[in-house]
């Protein structure tokens, strides 16, 4: 038996996504035995990132400056804005390095069922960003769920009339992918997306 502080990091870090509490025993563990090197880092890395972290006011991003990077950052085109329904979406577009334009954070997506309406997300703020002037693309980079979906329709409904083109993340088959394996939706939206052959 471990002791109580012990089990506490055990059970704080089974709290984390991907692990469960096995996980994170053999985590603690790893941990424990590297003391020194690792826990002191991580320690000191939490510490940090707990005093120094910030919303972006901007763009709704995640980081240790305000406004964040990605938004302080002059070699980005201003006049595109991608939108994303979480941070985390916003990093793994980022990572691709594929979009050079600006982001913006909803902190969500509309959903009857969870109470999600439009006030709670940052849809409002968005189109301020958009009404300031100077953004010519405004890229809906929503999941392909049917919440996302919706959020997509409403965001673009509430962009018509602005002087910016509204366009969306392609959906349908994956690079490599083989039919037989793709569900239904997939399918069909691959179908419904086809292009010609140049």
Avoid at 6 to 13: D, N
Avoid at 101 to 111: A, N, Q
């Amino acid at each position: 038996m471990a002791s109580q502080e012990i089990e506490a990091l055990s059970g704080a870090l089974a709290r984390l996504p991907g692990l469960g509490p096995r996980s994170a025993r053999r985590a603690v563990l790893w941990l424990i035995k590297r003391r020194e090197t690792a826990l002191a880092q991580l320690v000191d890395a939490l510490a940090t990132v707990r005093d120094l972290l910030v919303e972006c006011d901007t763009c709704g991003n995640v980081d240790t400056t305000n406004p964040c990077g990605i938004c302080a950052d002059r070699r980005r085109d201003p006049r595109s804005i991608c939108v994303v329904e979480e941070v985390a979406d916003l990093w793994a577009l980022d990572r691709a390095r594929l979009f050079a334009g600006k982001y913006h954070v909803l902190g969500g997506r509309l959903s009857a069922l969870e109470g999600v309406r439009p006030e709670d997300l940052t849809i409002g703020q968005l189109l301020d960003r958009v009404r300031q002037g100077g953004v010519d693309e405004v890229v809906l980079a929503m999941n392909a769920t049917l919440e996302g979906q919706t959020t997509a329709h409403y965001i673009a409904e509430r962009l018509e009339g602005l002087p910016v083109r509204v366009t969306q993340l392609a959906h349908g088959l994956p690079v490599g992918g083989e039919l037989d394996y793709l569900d239904e939706g997939t399918l069909a939206q691959a179908l419904r997306a086809r292009r010609p052959i140049a």
